[in-house]
C-alpha cells in the first residue's frame, strides 16, 4: 500500500481583502481571506490540544535508555498508544478534521491539483492497496506500509507539529501521530 505521507507545512496562499467564504459560492483562490482564518486556527488549537494530552501522556511512561532492544522500543510503543486510547476512547471521527477545515481543505487540494496533476494524485492514492489500513480513530496506522511524500500538497495545508503527519489512504486524509502511529482523526472524500 501506497501510504501518502504530507509533513507539514503552509504556503502563502492569496489573500482577499474582501470577506468571502470558503464554504459560500466565492471563488476558492479567496479561501485564505478573513473568513477562513479561524477556521484554520480552530484545526491548529485542536491539533495543539492534542499534542499537549499526548505529551503528558508520554511523560508518565518509563523512559527508554539509549540502549534500549527492539522488544522494548516496541512495549513502549505499545504502552504510548494504549495511554492515549484510553485518555481517548470517546474520540470520534471529525473532532479534529470539523466539517469546516475539510471544506477547507478539500477546496485547496481542488485548486492545486488540476488536469494531469489531479489525475497523478488519485492514481497514486486511489490505486493503492488499502489492506491492513483500518481508518478508524485510534486505530494504529501500520507500519510496514510504504509512504511518499507529495511536496505540492505540503504547501496547501494547514502546518501540523512535528509529532503528527498527514497521511492519504485512498481518498480519505488521516492525521496520524509520529511515534506511536495512532489515527488520531480523518476525513473522507479528501480527493476531489
Do not use: W
Amino acid at each position: 500500500m501506497v501510504g501518502i505521507t504530507l509533513l507539514g507545512c503552509l504556503s502563502s496562499l492569496p489573500v482577499s481583502g474582501k470577506p468571502t467564504s470558503v464554504f459560500g459560492q466565492q471563488n476558492a483562490q479567496n479561501d485564505k481571506s478573513g473568513a477562513v482564518e479561524p477556521v484554520i486556527a480552530a484545526f491548529e488549537r485542536r491539533v495543539k490540544e492534542y499534542v499537549k494530552q499526548r505529551e503528558q501522556l508520554e511523560e508518565k511512561l518509563p523512559k527508554l535508555s539509549k540502549d534500549a532492544t527492539p522488544e522494548q522500543i516496541q512495549a513502549h510503543e505499545t504502552a504510548f498508544q494504549e495511554a492515549v486510547r484510553m485518555a481517548r476512547s470517546g474520540a470520534k471521527p471529525s473532532e479534529i478534521f470539523t466539517p469546516e477545515i475539510a471544506r477547507y481543505i478539500r477546496l485547496a487540494i481542488k485548486r492545486e491539483f488540476k488536469g494531469k496533476q489531479l489525475k497523478e494524485l488519485r492514481e497514486t492514492s486511489l490505486e493503492a492497496e488499502k489492506q491492513g489500513v483500518t481508518v478508524k480513530v485510534n486505530a494504529p496506522y501500520p507500519q510496514n506500509k510504504e509512504q511518499m511524500e507529495v511536496p505540492t500538497l505540503l504547501l496547501v495545508l494547514p502546518p501540523l507539529p512535528k509529532q503528527l503527519r498527514y497521511r492519504f489512504v485512498g481518498r480519505y486524509l488521516l492525521l496520524v501521530d509520529r511515534e506511536n502511529r495512532l489515527i488520531i482523526d480523518y476525513m473522507r472524500e479528501a480527493l476531489p
